[in-house]
C-alpha cells in the first residue's frame, strides 16, 4: 500500500489535516502544457495516500469534480477545503465562501 500521509491538528480548530494539501493550476505563458491533474487523480490522492485538504477554486474544475466525487460517495466529513476569495469587507467572507462553496455543489453549513 503506498505511503498514506499522516495528519495534524490545524491549530485550535479541531480539525485534522495533511501536511500537504492537493492543489492545481497553470501558470500562464507560452511553453507546452505537460500532464493536467484528473477528478481520478483527486479520488486517488484520498484513498490511496490519505490527503484529505484540497485548494479549490472555480479555476480547477477537475479537482472540484473530484472532490464532488469523493462527497458523493460519503466523504464529505472527512474533507478540509481551503478557497481564496476577494473579500473587501468583514461582513462578506460568509457570502464569499457560500459562492465557492455552491461552486463545489457543497453545503457549507450541513452538520
Do not use: C
Request: hydrophobic share 40%; aromatic share 6%.
Amino acid at each position: 500500500m503506498p505511503d498514506r500521509l499522516e495528519r495534524r491538528p490545524l491549530g485550535h480548530t479541531g480539525l485534522q489535516v495533511t501536511p500537504l494539501a492537493l492543489a492545481s493550476g497553470a501558470i500562464r505563458g507560452s511553453a507546452p502544457k505537460g500532464p493536467a491533474l484528473t477528478a481520478s487523480d483527486v479520488e486517488r490522492a484520498h484513498h490511496e495516500h490519505g490527503i484529505n485538504t484540497f485548494f479549490v477554486t472555480s479555476l480547477n474544475k477537475e479537482l472540484v469534480e473530484g472532490v464532488r466525487r469523493l462527497v458523493a460517495a460519503g466523504h464529505r466529513d472527512d474533507l478540509v477545503l481551503i478557497s481564496m476569495a476577494s473579500v473587501p469587507f468583514g461582513w462578506s467572507i460568509r457570502r464569499a465562501w457560500a459562492k465557492q462553496a455552491a461552486h463545489t455543489h457543497i453545503n457549507p453549513y450541513a452538520n
